[in-house]
């Protein structure tokens, strides 16, 4: 069997521990079977696959690991931009490496075997070129007629089918076919407030709304621009409905489509979510708030939850993923951890370069 250190420097984990008021911790104690998965789940882990690793996994080790870390429920990468299942949707990528493996559905019926909550992973913003020469209209362009770049993938359009069929289509796929308790997903906004998608959609939709064309700058002072920033942040809600409503329709009434919150609010505010309403509308969120800055220590975790239950309310349930490895030498993580871990986050980083 491969050692841990294999693992680590292959498959990149993260853990993810709810923040909780202690009377509501005390209540999840309690939880019965009536309680729904998204109340009682409170220890999470994550495993972030790579196109490789259906040639390398051991899902015996992965099921080792989440019985020795006492994890109880699993966030498996299922689809979006690649997807690591047989999936039917035209233009869903499987993984270069699947193979005929389903390695979804493999361990995602590890995890419910032994009885844990199985998030099925989305990434719902972008595609390859392929997808992009196919369906240009589905992809978020700039006033000049060019696309949306970021790492080589093409940045999708929120008012494009993209968003209301085709990811769609994947969710319902995935829910009827695998029942995983619920969806994250990791990137659900589409372009950010500095990448204004000029596509026929969009021009189409804001003039419904304005009567009037889409602003070509950023100014502030413009009433204008203003609607432009509410219509994007009404975007976005009317997508978390719709996924909500389609993983409810095919998984069942608990399979709530949950995608990814961040902590910091500047940031929340650069890709148009909005805390108060996203929070209103779902009993669990899901927060990626892992990057640690000089003016800040661990006692930041305490305040952003104080913060984010203070606006969201104290009964929400909101685990926070926390990083096994540093992406950099730079980039340090609101965690603390033991000497051989760091040591291992560093064999990542030659790791990563390599590959
Ligand atoms: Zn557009």
Redesign the pocket.
């Known amino acids: 069997m491969p050692s841990r250190r294999t693992f680590i420097k292959s498959t990149a984990a993260l853990t993810l521990a709810a923040s909780l008021p202690h009377g509501r911790a005390a209540a999840a104690d309690s939880a019965t079977s009536e309680t729904p998965w998204y109340q009682r789940t409170l220890r999470w882990g994550q495993t972030n696959l790579t196109e490789i690793d259906p040639l390398r996994i051991d899902i015996g080790w992965w099921r080792a690991h989440w019985k020795r870390t006492r994890v109880q429920g699993v966030v498996i990468n299922a689809g979006g931009i690649v997807a690591f299942y047989p999936t039917e949707v035209p233009f869903h990528r499987r993984a270069k490496e699947l193979g005929n493996r389903d390695l979804f559905g493999e361990l995602t019926r590890a995890a419910h075997d032994d009885g844990l909550a199985v998030f099925a992973r989305m990434d719902s913003s972008r595609a390859d070129e392929a997808f992009y020469r196919a369906h240009r209209d589905w992809f978020?362009h700039d006033a000049d007629g060019k696309p949306y770049i970021w790492n080589e993938l093409y940045i999708a359009?929120v008012?494009?089918p993209y968003y209301q069929e085709y990811i769609p289509s994947i969710l319902r796929e995935i829910a009827s076919r695998y029942r995983p308790e619920g969806f994250t997903d990791n990137n659900w906004n589409g372009p950010m407030r500095n990448q204004p998608?000029f596509?026929t959609?969009?021009e189409r939709s804001f003039r419904a709304r304005t009567g009037a064309a889409l602003p070509r700058v950023a100014n502030w002072n413009d009433p204008l621009y203003r609607e432009w920033i509410m219509w994007n942040y009404a975007r976005r809600l009317e997508i978390r409905d719709e996924f909500n409503r389609v993983t409810r329709e095919a998984g069942g009434e608990h399979c709530i489509w949950v995608g990814m919150m961040a902590g910091a609010q500047n940031w929340q505010s650069r890709v148009f979510r909005d805390d108060r309403e996203v929070y209103r509308r779902t009993p669990m969120i899901m927060l990626d708030h892992q990057r640690r800055f000089d003016t800040e220590g661990f006692q930041h975790n305490a305040e952003t939850g104080k913060r984010l239950h203070s606006v969201g309310g104290w009964d929400k349930v909101i685990p926070e993923s926390i990083a096994m490895y540093h992406l950099t030498e730079h980039n340090f993580r609101l965690a603390m951890k033991p000497e051989p871990d760091v040591l291992q986050g560093h064999a990542l980083i030659s790791g990563r370069i390599a590959s």
């Open positions: 978020a359009c008012n494009s998608c596509c959609y969009c």
